[in-house]
């Protein structure tokens, strides 16, 4: 008897394949949140799953990555039930609201604000930015400012600056990678060469450890990069390393199914269509130690109201629930 675990980032076409390659006699375990983001691709499987009284669910209420009291979890749990969250920066330990102006003025104030707190988190709770931090935006490049691309440039010119003992090289987004950098792998990637074999797998994390270029006259430069990706060391090559994009700042889709000690959250009207329920509380609860949200109240009152747009029209649970009818 087989166990997989799974997660809400499951979509309807890649759990069909899934299911049809379980051998008859094999349990599958479906462990998520529903309360998350659903998935990139088409459906809202786990949810489906879970209404369809199809099959058997347990759900788990025991907080294990802060106190039952901690502000992270409280208002975590509000913003789940639609209820503004709390915020009280002179006595929370945990989770913290830093208010900026509305519009386009206000989202570059909380920009500053974004990289101030940064800086500020890293000497109040004593962590490393350069590994406990991150920052997590709605969008990774496009229109400005509140984007992952930018604090990217910002934080590694703060905490890894260029140094003449330092290689670096370009990255196809136009970002530059250098010697020391936080940086996450964006596809599934079997050919990739590891200390252990071979294969780098999207969401991925670590560090660069070493950059090579070898200059061929008339050729081409080889390059050859390693990141360390804390359990074994991948190398890259010149087609491979575009894989690769800084992780100072991150969206908070491709946060999902990862863990901070810290998190610094985008949270401003510059980006309200995007700003759901799911997308706050997901980037909430990346935060272990502490969650320090930046933005606007008219960006946080949209993000805690806003529900129904992540209510996906599907039929699974519906044919679910008929089969087992059927049985």
């Known amino acids: 008897m087989g166990t997989e675990d799974i997660d809400a980032m499951v979509d309807t076409l890649l759990m069909a394949r899934l299911c049809a390659a379980v051998p008859d006699g094999c349990r599958l375990l479906a462990v998520g949140d529903v309360d998350q ?73 909380a920009a500053a604000a ?7 988190a890293a000497e109040r709770f004593g962590v490393d930015p350069m590994q406990d931090i991150v920052v997590l935006v709605p969008k990774r490049k496009e229109g400005a400012p509140l984007r992952a691309w930018r604090f990217n440039a910002e934080l590694q010119a703060a905490w890894n600056p260029a140094s003449a003992g330092k290689a670096e090289c370009a990255l196809p987004d136009g970002s530059t990678l250098r010697e020391g950098d936080r940086v996450r792998h964006t596809v599934n990637d079997y050919e990739i060469a590891t200390s252990e074999g071979a294969g780098v797998f999207n969401g991925e994390a670590g560090r660069v450890v070493k950059i090579v270029r070898q200059r061929r006259a008339g050729r081409p430069d080889l ?6 990706l804390g359990d074994r060391i991948a190398t890259y090559d010149g087609t ?26 985008a949270v401003h009207d510059c980006d309200s269509w995007m700003l759901r329920r799911p997308l706050i509380y997901t980037a909430l609860t990346r935060a272990k130690r502490a969650a320090i949200l930046v933005g606007s109240a008219a960006g946080l009152r949209r993000a805690v109201s806003a529900d129904a747009d992540y209510r996906r029209v599907t039929r699974l649970r519906e044919r679910l629930s008929d089969l087992t009818r059927g049985a």
């Open 223 to 228: 390059l050859r990069v390693e990141v360390d």
């Open 37 to 109: 983001l659903p998935s990139i691709g088409a459906g809202q499987v786990l949810r489906d799953l879970i209404g369809s009284g199809a099959v058997p669910v347990a759900r788990l209420t025991q907080i294990h990555r802060q106190s039952d009291n901690s502000w992270i979890a409280v208002n975590a749990a509000r913003i789940r039930d639609g209820v503004m969250p709390h915020a009280d920066n002179a006595t929370a330990e945990d989770y913290f609201w830093v208010e900026c102006g509305e519009g386009e003025s206000g989202a570059e104030q």
């Open 240 to 265: 491979s390393v575009g894989e690769l994009v800084l992780n100072y700042a991150s969206t908070i889709h491709a946060s999902q199914g990862s863990e901070y000690p810290v998190a610094v959250i």
């Open 114 to 120: 974004i990289v101030r707190s940064v800086a500020r």
